[in-house]
């Protein structure tokens, strides 16, 4: 049975505990005999694992894996594909843009999640926001792809994830560093989910503070999406997040404030993705990109995620009243296309601007000096 607001609070503590028994034995023994880049390279030549492809050139212990890693959820319909693609024929680029801002900034709120990924190096230290985007920013597109909830490409890309998320997880215990009272289980089954409903309700609050209008029918498509992709995760059917869009926000409601709080691993982690995407937004753009930021999340997450506030995320609050400033500033942002009037929310056609500018800096992610793929590691690298 999946997640409710009844059992959330002591199945997550709970699942704080546990790993990935499965994927952690095989990634156990990739490790003990450093045939680490020969995964990355599989991650890198085989594009999908397709149902019925061919397994039999990969060594047993990996084909046997991935066998049983490519079945289905128990519970996935038809429907839940349907209503998972009306989302994203409606709101896949506006979806993609916040999860790779307002989403990543949201795991970063999480002391245990930030303290991982900053851990990780490559992943989250000096070198990480423009791989952490490129890793990331590979499942939010290919999420909204066609047919890839079909044609076993999600399940694949999400099954490398998996992979890597159990790298980390041994890293963490042969370091002899990570420690297991304060953090339980290094990327845990509670970091997973939790991580799975900032990327999926909290985003669909991230909408609704923005202005955009969700259909039901589509804010359980969007739910059911990360339902499938929290199986290839490799989340046990306890842990699941619930199909249902009000259960799934009433649950995520309850149990956020117990997850999210201010710390010095994520106000770097926020700062450093901050000043990555003003290397590629131009200053109007980036301003932008803060005021949506800090709307979507309200000034209570905002200001523990260490957001500075913007003359435009300020203008939003007195938009009713017609404030002059968003007419400025939106309006020299999008070329005079902004005229606010009394009553109107800023940032619908900012939104547009924004994401068409954010899908720029995917693409770089995607292309310049960031492998597009997730990589497992040998050993840890802190960075700081």
Not at 131 to 148: E, V, Y
Not at 241 to 254: I, S, Y
Request: hydrophobic letters at 40%; glycine letters at 10%.
């Amino acid at each position: 049975m999946a997640l409710t607001a009844a059992t959330v609070t002591a199945e997550l503590e709970a699942a704080s505990t546990v790993g990935d028994p499965e994927a952690d034995a095989l990634v156990s023994e990739l490790i003990e005999k450093r045939e680490i880049d020969g995964v990355n390279a599989l991650f890198r030549t085989v594009g999908t694992l397709k149902p019925g492809q061919d397994l039999s050139r990969l060594p047993d212990r990996l084909a046997d894996f991935l066998r049983e890693a490519t079945a289905p959820p128990p519970d996935w319909s038809e429907a839940d594909v349907k209503a998972a693609e009306g989302f994203f024929a409606h709101h896949h680029g506006e979806a993609s843009m916040l999860q790779g801002t307002v989403g990543l900034i949201g795991t970063y709120l999480s002391p245990t999640g930030a303290f991982t990924l900053r851990s990780t190096g490559r992943l989250g230290g000096v070198e990480g926001p423009g791989r952490r985007l490129s890793q990331s920013s590979r499942l939010f597109i290919d999420m909204g792809d066609k047919d890839a909830l079909r044609n076993g490409t999600l399940a694949a890309n999400v099954t490398k994830v998996r992979l890597v998320h159990a790298s980390v997880r041994q890293l963490h215990k042969k370091s002899g560093e990570w420690d297991y009272a304060k953090w339980g289980e290094p990327v845990s089954q509670k970091y997973t989910t939790g991580a799975a409903c900032v990327f999926s309700t909290q985003i669909l609050q991230a909408m609704r503070n923005l202005g955009i209008d969700v259909s039901k029918d589509d804010a359980r498509g969007f739910v059911c999406a990360w339902h499938y992709v929290n199986h290839y995760l490799g989340t046990p059917e306890r842990w699941q997040l619930p199909k249902d869009a009000d259960e799934l926000e009433r649950l995520w409601n309850q149990e956020r404030d117990r997850e999210w709080r201010k710390s010095e691993d994520g106000v770097f982690m926020t700062a450093q993705a901050v000043r990555f995407y003003r290397d590629f937004l131009k200053p109007g753009m980036s301003d932008a990109y803060l005021a949506l930021s800090r709307v979507a999340l309200t000034d209570k997450y905002a200001d523990m995620a260490g957001l500075d506030r913007t003359p435009l995320s300020e203008a939003g609050k007195v938009a009713a009243a017609g404030h002059g400033i968003v007419s400025g500033i939106g309006g020299g942002l999008l070329g005079g296309a902004a005229k606010q009037v009394t009553g109107v929310n800023p940032y619908k056609d900012i939104l547009g601007a924004v994401s068409e500018a954010f899908s720029k800096v995917e693409r770089y992610a995607l292309t310049h000096d960031q492998d597009d793929q997730p990589q497992m590691h040998q050993d840890l690298h802190d960075n700081r």
